[in-house]
């Protein structure tokens, strides 16, 4: 078998679990902020993790160029490729990370988010050593059409409905089947 195809694209899991981690950062924040001891931990979290849903809300292109882009991806373009260094190199988004996720741990509402972005930051680093790099996709995602506009001409098959006469079959009793 080719390389090619043996090799995983570990930068597409990163992304996805970093922007997840981002939303579960959100989240304990805010909780963080009411009723909970360390607020300046909260809040940090909340800038932490606005930042890293701006970093990770737009998908990298993949190496065959098949990427599905999320709904209005092309607006952070701009923004990531201005902070070009941080944003497409995976070692600086994995120390980055990890640097981002240590003062999340030191409150209980944050730890959750702060553990995800951590474990992030390790497939990140997996996603480096294989030497992938974030690029901007220039591809557009065309939604496939329907083939036809005509409706069906048959109707699906349905079963009959229970207790109606069986068309073409005759019950026979068991007393009229000849014993073999």
């Known amino acids: 078998m080719p390389e090619e195809i043996l090799t995983n694209e570990w930068a597409m899991w990163a992304n996805e679990h970093a922007f997840v981690s981002a939303i579960v950062m959100l989240m ?3 909780t963080g902020v009411f009723g909970f001891d360390g607020a300046a931990f909260a809040y940090y979290t909340i800038v932490a993790s606005v930042f890293v849903l701006i970093v990770e ?12 882009e999320r709904r209005f ?6 923004i990531l490729l ?17 640097l981002l996720s240590v003062p999340c741990i ?7 988010g702060g553990i995800c972005l951590f474990i992030a930051a390790l497939i990140y680093f997996k996603a480096a050593l294989g030497g992938e790099s974030w690029s901007a996709s220039t591809s557009r995602v065309q939604r496939a059409k329907t083939l036809t506009n005509r409706p069906p001409e048959n109707p699906p098959p349905r079963p009959p409905p229970q207790g109606a006469p069986n068309e073409g079959f005759t019950e026979v009793p068991l007393e009229q089947i000849p014993a073999q």
């Open 82 to 98: 201005a902070l070009s260094p941080v944003t497409t190199n995976y070692f600086i988004r994995f120390f980055l990370y990890l």
């Open 57 to 68: 809300y737009p998908r990298g292109m993949r190496r065959k160029g098949n990427t599905v």
């Open 73 to 78: 991806q092309s607006i952070f373009h701009p």
């Open 106 to 112: 030191f409150m209980f509402p944050t730890l959750l």
């Open 28 to 30: 304990g924040g805010i």
